[in-house]
């Protein structure tokens, strides 16, 4: 059975490194832009005013898939989006 939980403190992928390589090693065509350094250095340079929504997914309590995505608000003529 798969679980799903949410990361929302940059500082919590620490626990994640070790996994997320294990993963990127396993991924074909991985790239820089897949690892938790890529993600760390984009969130310091262009994280305020953003949401981390880190999604971990493990099968049997070891992550088998790490899904990174940034909540933005942008304004439209709808609201925010």
Excluded: Q
């Amino acid at each position: 059975m798969y679980c799903v939980h949410e990361i929302n403190d940059i500082g919590e992928i620490e626990s994640l490194r070790k996994a997320w390589r294990r993963l990127l090693a396993e991924t074909p065509g991985a790239t820089f832009f897949l690892t938790p350094e890529w993600l760390e250095t984009y969130w310091r340079h262009s994280g305020e005013g953003l949401r981390l929504r880190l999604l971990v997914v493990e099968e049997r309590g070891e992550p088998c898939g790490i899904v990174p995505l940034v909540v933005l608000n942008h304004p439209s003529r709808l609201g925010k989006l």
